[in-house]
């Protein structure tokens, strides 16, 4: 599923405009029309720093939102800092 994404142009990759040396993949109408999920990368550490997937159940409006901060607690290990979850009120 990758690589029709891919080939239908549903993936970038970038710099992060925020932050010099962290970069960003975007996955978008990955299994479903208007899914998105964004990785943010730490080039020089090579370190997930993020992950935020907003998707919806079976409408659109039954949107579901995720979103993971990742942080370095000891030298090797990367642990979940802070995440967040939300759904339509209709769930």
Same mark, same amino acid.
């Given at each position: 599923? &990758?690589?029709? #994404?891919?080939?239908?142009? !549903?993936?970038?990759?970038?710099?992060? +405009?925020?932050?010099?040396? /962290? =970069?960003? @993949?975007?996955?978008? !109408? =990955?299994?479903?029309?208007?899914?998105?999920? $964004? @990785?943010?990368?730490?080039? $020089?550490?090579?370190? %997930? @720093?993020? %992950?935020?997937?907003?998707? =919806? @159940?079976?409408? +659109?409006?039954?949107?579901? !939102? %995720?979103? *993971? #901060?990742? #942080?370095? *607690? &000891?030298?090797? /290990?990367?642990?979940? &800092?802070?995440?967040?979850? $939300?759904?339509?009120?209709?769930?």
């Amino acid at each position: 599923m &990758l690589g029709q #994404a891919d080939e239908k142009g !549903n993936i970038m990759v970038g710099s992060e +405009p925020s932050a010099p040396g /962290q =970069y960003r @993949l975007v996955i978008s !109408n =990955y299994s479903k029309q208007g899914h998105k999920m $964004t @990785l943010v990368v730490d080039k $020089t550490q090579k370190e %997930l @720093l993020s %992950l935020s997937i907003a998707t =919806y @159940l079976d409408d +659109p409006k039954d949107a579901v !939102n %995720l979103s *993971v #901060a990742f #942080a370095r *607690v &000891l030298v090797g /290990q990367t642990t979940c &800092l802070v995440k967040r979850s $939300t759904a339509s009120a209709n769930n």
